[in-house]
């Protein structure tokens, strides 16, 4: 099973927007392209919303029928490890081997050492084609990557052949993801990182490093975006290299983790994949979400009201919803309106403040990552909310066709 070129990550947290999302992406096709979708969830959104790995099938499914979708699709089993893969063995095909918490574990000094042995012919001045300084390899480096990254390689193996035991060889995309820790992966680690992974036999197909920068939810890259542009295209003339090297699957692809809204990094990244002609898997999800609320707020009446009280709960609840992604949001409180301030609003400024148009004079990037993180509290309110959204359905899914396809799709690919 080959994930193909092109593929976008469609998280829809309430299973309620497949059909908007996949009419995006058939919009996108028309123009020529073969864009998969993927509808990714993870076990951290299961638990939140109550949900079961086999719903997101069932989405998915339902949404290539309903419009009548030719081309490849995928669900993604969405950071997983040993301890939460089981539910999803059924119904997913697609699964993204989270990895990141056994970097820095340790290793035996053997098996570092032969690793290390076993990257002789790579010592000194690596020269990559098409990077136009060479990577300086040494063993001091080697042993410093392997004691870093060869249990996150181990178990992903460990996943991989369970994986296979369980579905068989073949038949499932394997993803390996690092992105969520702190330091990011440079081109050298990433190179090495794949050596270890062809050598225990993982045939990945998309990789997700930690990329330089910060990747907050539901906003725009903060990081040094010449850094980032030198990073990521080395990262992909690094790939090329270990395919022909190492043996791993030819079609292997960057993954972009956290990468809704990324607005002022994708044309980089399509500059990037049109120049070598290579492909690139875009992770989102929470993106959907949000356009849930501004579509609920657009709608006026109750759907305004009921976006007004998320936004007044995920204030009282601040602290308690942004802890699991504190690493992955930057929220100035003194920029939050307040309750009283927001409860005056009309739709249209909800919307424009919450809605990712930058320049925009309403957009508010805390406003709009305090709601990011704020699912939980609509999953709460159970079919209130969910109610609302098949109300309301079609002013919701144009509001999430348009992220798509207006803000994500066209940046991403020239359209
Ligand atoms: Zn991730």
């Known amino acids: ?101 056994f970097i820095g574990k340790e290793s035996k000094p053997e098996d570092v050492k032969a690793f290390v042995d076993s990257c002789a012919k790579y010592v000194g001045n690596l020269s990559v084609p098409g990077i136009s300084h060479p990577l300086v390899v040494t063993n001091e480096l080697l042993t410093e990557i392997a004691g870093k990254f060869l ?61 330089t920068g910060r990747f907050n939810k539901g906003v725009d890259y903060t990081g040094n975006v010449d850094q980032f542009a030198k990073e990521f295209e080395e990262d992909v003339l690094v790939l090329d290299y270990a395919v022909k090297e190492f043996g791993l699957p030819e079609e292997i692809k960057l993954s972009v983790h956290s990468g809704s809204d990324k607005f002022s990094i994708y044309p980089i990244m399509a500059a990037v994949i049109k120049k070598y002609d290579k492909g690139l898997h875009l992770k989102t999800a929470g993106t959907t979400w949000l356009e849930e609320v501004i579509g609920l707020a657009v709608a006026g009446g109750e759907g305004l009201d009921l976006a007004k009280q998320i936004y007044a709960n995920s204030l009282g609840r601040k602290d308690e919803l942004c802890g699991p992604y504190a690493d992955v949001i930057d929220i100035d409180e003194k920029q939050l309106p307040s309750v009283a301030e927001v409860n005056s609003w009309s739709s249209e400024k909800f919307a424009n403040t919450l809605r990712h ?45 348009e992220n798509i396809y207006e803000r994500h799709l066209k940046r991403l690919f020239n359209l």
């Open 357 to 401: 148009i930058p320049g925009h004079p309403d957009y508010n990037s805390n406003f709009r990552q305090l709601v990011h993180v704020a699912y939980k509290v609509a999953a709460e309110m159970g079919t209130t909310y969910t109610g609302l959204l098949e109300k309301y359905a079609d002013v919701v899914g144009s509001c999430v066709e």
């Open 1 to 101: 099973m080959k994930l193909g070129k092109f593929s976008i990550g469609v998280g829809d947290r309430f299973a309620h927007q497949g059909v908007a999302q996949l009419r995006a992406i058939a919009k996108a096709n028309l123009t020529g392209l073969d864009i998969s979708p993927v509808w990714n969830k993870s076990n951290r959104e299961h638990i939140y919303v109550h949900s079961h790995p086999a719903d997101v099938r069932k989405e998915a499914d339902a949404a290539v029928a309903t419009l009548g979708f030719k081309g490849k699709y995928f669900v993604d089993a969405d950071h997983i490890n040993l301890t939460t893969v089981e539910p999803f063995v059924e119904t997913a095909d697609f699964f993204t081997l989270d990895v990141a918490s």
């Open 151 to 211: 249990a996150a390689a181990q178990q992903a193996s460990e996943i991989y052949s369970y994986l296979e035991k369980a579905k068989g060889a073949g038949n499932f995309v394997t993803e390996v993801s690092m992105d969520e820790v702190e330091s990011p992966q440079t081109p050298v680690y990433l190179l090495f990182i794949l050596k270890m992974l062809a050598d225990k036999g993982v045939p990945v197909q998309t990789i997700a490093p930690k990329f």
